[in-house]
């Protein structure tokens, strides 16, 4: 085994529901997928774009995504949601840093997901 074989091998993971070997690289990829695949998180991350790597309260980006969600949403339901549900996951993965004590968010969006964005 050469060594370039022997770093592949020491990178890759195996993925136990699969039973294959996967690379971090392809995990940053599948949790990028999955934070883009929800509708409502591609319209948090378009909002947080337009902020130009500003803070911005939750409570505010509840409010600009009402205005934004199809049918009837309430900015206070919407805050529950992203606080417990949306910015922890894109936290997670890279995409906005979340301070949850002060409920502040800001889009940090790696052009991964930047390229995905542009597409869709």
Avoid: C
Avoid at 8 to 20: F, I, L, M, T
Avoid at 68 to 84: A, K, M
Avoid at 85 to 105: F, N, S
Wanted: zero cysteines.
């Amino acid at each position: 085994m050469t060594t370039s074989n022997i770093n592949q091998h020491d990178n890759a993971v195996v993925d136990e529901s699969r039973g294959n070997r996967r690379r971090p690289n392809e995990e940053r990829l599948d949790a990028v997928f999955e934070v883009l695949a929800d509708a409502r998180r591609r319209r948090i991350i378009r909002i947080l774009r337009t902020q130009d790597g500003d803070t911005i309260p939750v409570p505010a980006l509840a409010q600009a995504l009402a205005s934004r969600e199809p049918g009837e949403s309430e900015p206070d339901q919407l805050t529950i949601s992203l606080r417990h549900v949306h910015l922890p996951k894109l936290d997670a993965t890279g995409v906005v840093e979340y301070t949850a004590e002060r409920a502040q968010v800001r889009y940090v969006g790696p052009s991964l997901v930047e390229r995905l964005l542009d597409q869709v």
